[in-house]
């Protein structure tokens, strides 16, 4: 395992957040469009706290997605300063807690603090392993040109290139192609 479990879950969920865009996503179209979608989303991942459910816990979403998507796969010191800001910004107090059977992990916000907020500061939290292990080079783009989704490498040997078998098998197919083309 690269980082703590709850830390491979967060990072998980991002990636899932981050490529629900319409560039990204299975269907070509924006996956967090409507309240119905973010709460299918949210219970897929098991979320538990404070969940509105209404128009403006939504865009606060999607407006986090963004933030999301910009940080990942910053260099070092963008990652860094994106961490503290967000921290800071939040009034972050992390505190060990225990829940859910999860064992012991960090919260850094209340459950009952709004869930984009609460996405937002876990990310922060996952960053902070991630850069404290080294291990941004994990945090990565999709290589398939036409997407733009976005990934973490939790494998043993970090060599995964694309956000998802879809696009593994379709960059495949196409090369496949050109190479019988130019037999
Ligand atoms: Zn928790
Ligand atoms: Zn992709």
Not at 106 to 120: F, G, K, N, S, V
Not at 131 to 157: P, T
């Amino acid at each position: 395992m690269l980082f703590t479990h709850d830390t491979e879950l967060n990072l998980s969920f991002l990636q899932a957040l981050g490529d629900t865009v319409a560039e990204a996503s299975e269907s070509g179209v924006d996956e967090l469009a409507t309240e119905a979608q973010l709460a299918a989303l949210l219970a897929a991942w098991k979320f538990s706290g404070r969940i509105d459910n209404d128009a403006r816990e939504l865009r606060d979403v999607r407006a986090v997605r963004d933030r999301i998507r910009d940080v990942w796969g910053a260099d070092e010191q963008t990652s860094v300063d994106w961490v503290n800001e967000t921290l800071v910004r939040a009034r972050a107090v992390p505190r060990l807690v225990d829940h859910d059977g999860l064992g012991w992990h960090i919260h850094a916000t209340d459950l009952d603090t709004p869930l984009a907020e609460r996405i937002l500061v876990e990310a922060a939290m996952s960053l902070v392993d991630v850069i404290r292990a080294g291990r941004l080079d994990r945090l990565r783009d999709c290589e398939a040109d036409d997407c733009v989704g976005i990934f973490v490498d939790l494998s043993k040997n970090g060599s995964k290139r694309f956000c998802s078998t879809r696009c593994g098998n379709r960059v495949a197919v196409r090369a496949y192609r050109q190479r019988a083309q130019e037999v």
